[in-house]
């Protein structure tokens, strides 16, 4: 049985001493589940994927924050 993958990034918006959730959903990929919320906080990201047994995959932002149009592929 192949494990799913749950990918996630920071969010951009928030603070170090903030007391929101960090991190931001983007994308699930062969893994039956439904996400409610959209921002979690890492532990909840880490224990939702250690119990359907999913990979967590953090996807890394560009360093000034910006994606540049020509980097962006769009599949129809």
């Known amino acids: 049985m192949m494990s799913g993958k749950i990918f996630y990034r920071e969010r951009h918006k928030v ?30 990201l880490e224990e939702i994927a250690a119990s359907v047994g999913a990979d967590l995959i953090l996807l890394k932002a560009p360093k000034d924050g910006k994606v540049k149009e020509d980097e962006i592929e769009v599949k129809e």
């Not at 001493?17 to 931001?24: I, L, M, N, S, Y």
Request: a positive charge; charged letters at 40%.
């Open 15 to 44: 603070g170090t001493k903030e007391k929101k959730p960090r991190f931001k959903l983007v994308a699930v990929a062969d893994a039956n589940i439904t996400f409610y919320a959209e921002h979690l906080r890492k532990k909840e």
